[in-house]
């Protein structure tokens, strides 16, 4: 008798959908992408390594100057995707009534396929008709009228018989590539200070001077209030990301957004304890000031440079409180004389014994000079990942890579998923079958991204960046990469012409090796 064993399996999409929870040990396959998981008994499906990826590394500091994690992550695949290049796509149509000097054409609309006319992007998608493939005579449309029947208004009339051939030429974009509609918002600090609270309370008339800002608080976060997120990037504890519940606005300006979980501390900005120190420097007329950082610990916490030059305008004033001014993170008295605002540095880089401030104003010092630091405290740093339902601006491109949804799982709330750095292989066939033309390469490529940057991927073999590398005149599987993701166009249809819009079958095999971290600021080179 024979014995047949099948292992729990289902597709990709359906194992996500469910997002079960493996018995120790128990397989589950994913039928589509031949790929395997195996379960502990605790951590649901999503959140499990495939078996084929024993190389990732994951480690997380636990020393309290910063608990962030960061992994190493090795990632494969193949990609295939039809791309239709601009250009313009042509219809010929039997005539079959007779128009004698008309300026108006109807096309069944059985006949005619409206999928690649787009009639109001700008004077590049015009349509033109002509009769019996007389192209110098060809008249402009103006207006389309839908229905069973497309009526079409032109701008000169035409003459046309029963069984002539009219040929309907219209300009079409070809594939359209829309990026995230999330827009992020970030280094913000609260205007509130609360322990054990769901609720960060943001003073908006700080960003009254700043269309985009403006339009964020009143057009974009009051709406699809589900659909956005809060991040807590706090300095030494690490990123932590929550949805957002509610969003209330006052009269005064005064937002507040409610968030899920745990609750937390909420701090602003404020004044801390006044250190008198001496420097621990001496110069004439000069802007960089040292004291002493082992006797001073505290000062750790000193507003940075930073936190006070984003678009947001955080700056502080001597209440503790952010507002428009110029941007300081305290004042310093020396020897008694007139106070003189400075921007925090962090550490001396060339003498890690001592903090260094930056004098916003030059002046002149001793090692024996007194000084009086009154400075503030950092706040907590929020930000805003933000829906934009409205957010459509496509271009040229498709996006074969997504940092988030390729990824074995998310890493960090951000678009770019804490991509910091990596080296990437890449093998790329592009066909042309209506013209039986194709095109190979592959390449190796480093790159980093850090925030909301990215460096374009360099191909160290040909000494180039990968944007500089083309196929068929004008196209790249690199023409866009950011934290986005990683897009494919091509300008042009085979052999440089930009006559008929040509459909391409596009076909990429990767490998990716990448350092994923909580912290996007930084930036590692490979």
């Not at 409610?258 to 801390?272: E, N, Q």
């Not at 091509?490 to 090796?513: E, F």
Request: charge should be negative; include cysteine.
């Amino acid at each position: 008798m024979t014995t047949r064993i099948k292992t729990r399996h289902d597709t990709a999409a359906n194992w996500t959908s469910v997002n079960p929870v493996l018995a120790l040990g128990e397989a589950g396959v994913e039928t589509d992408t031949r790929k395997v998981k195996y379960g502990d008994g605790v951590t649901s499906w999503m959140d499990l390594l495939y078996a084929s990826e024993p190389n990732q590394f994951d480690h997380k500091w636990t020393d309290g100057v910063n608990n962030n994690s960061w992994h190493v992550v090795t990632v494969t695949g193949a990609k295939e995707f039809d791309y239709d290049t601009p250009g313009h796509k042509y219809t010929v149509v039997a005539n079959t009534a007779t128009l004698v000097d008309s300026t108006t054409y109807d096309v069944d609309s059985i006949v005619y396929d409206m999928e690649y006319v787009d009639i109001a992007y700008a004077n590049e998608s015009a349509i033109w008709i002509y009769v019996n493939n007389d192209h110098g005579s060809r008249v402009r449309v103006n207006n389309i009228t839908t229905g069973s029947t497309y009526t079409f208004t032109l701008a000169n009339p035409i003459t046309a018989n029963p069984g002539d051939e009219v040929t309907i030429e219209a300009w079409y974009r070809g594939t359209q590539l829309v990026w995230d509609k999330y827009n992020y918002w970030d280094n913000i600090i609260p205007d509130v200070s609360a322990t054990a609270t769901n609720t960060v309370v943001i003073d908006t008339t700080h960003f009254q001077n700043d269309p985009g800002w403006t339009y964020m608080w009143e057009q974009q976060l009051p709406n699809n209030v589900t659909d956005h997120s809060i991040v807590f990037d706090q300095w030494g504890t690490g990123v932590n990301t929550r949805n957002i519940t509610a969003v209330t606005t006052a009269s005064n300006g005064l937002v507040t957004v409610t968030f899920d979980g745990a609750p937390r501390d909420i701090s602003t900005i404020t004044l801390a304890d006044t250190i008198t120190t001496t420097p621990t420097n001496a110069t004439e007329n000069g802007n960089y000031l040292n004291f002493s950082k082992t006797e001073y610990p505290e000062f750790k916490d000193c507003v940075p440079q930073w936190q006070l030059y984003n678009s947001d305008g955080y700056y502080t004033d001597d209440t503790g409180h952010p507002y428009y001014n110029d941007p300081r993170s305290g004042y310093v008295i020396i020897d008694g004389g007139s106070p003189i605002n400075f921007q925090f540095w962090g550490g001396n880089t060339d003498d890690n014994d001592n903090w260094q401030i930056y004098l916003r104003t030059n002046t002149t010092w001793t090692s024996t000079s007194t000084l009086e630091v009154h400075w503030y405290r950092r706040g907590t740093n929020i930000s805003l990942d933000v829906y934009d339902a409205n957010n459509e601006n496509p271009s040229d491109g498709y996006k074969w890579f997504d940092w988030r949804t390729d990824l074995p799982q998310v890493y960090h709330p951000e678009s770019g998923n804490g991509v910091v750095s990596g080296r990437m292989m890449v093998s790329c066939k592009v066909y042309a079958p209506e013209v039986n033309d194709s095109y190979h390469q592959s390449c190796d490529l480093d790159f980093y991204m850090t925030g909301d940057d990215s460096e374009d991927p360099y191909d160290s073999t040909r000494g180039e960046y990968a944007y500089n590398q083309t196929f068929f005149g004008d196209s790249t599987p690199f023409d866009r990469f950011d934290p986005y993701g990683i897009s494919f166009t091509s300008y042009y249809g085979p052999n440089g012409t930009w006559t008929t819009s040509t459909r391409l079958k596009v076909r990429i095999i990767y490998k990716m090796d990448l350092i994923v971290g909580e912290e996007t600021d930084l930036e590692y080179f490979c």
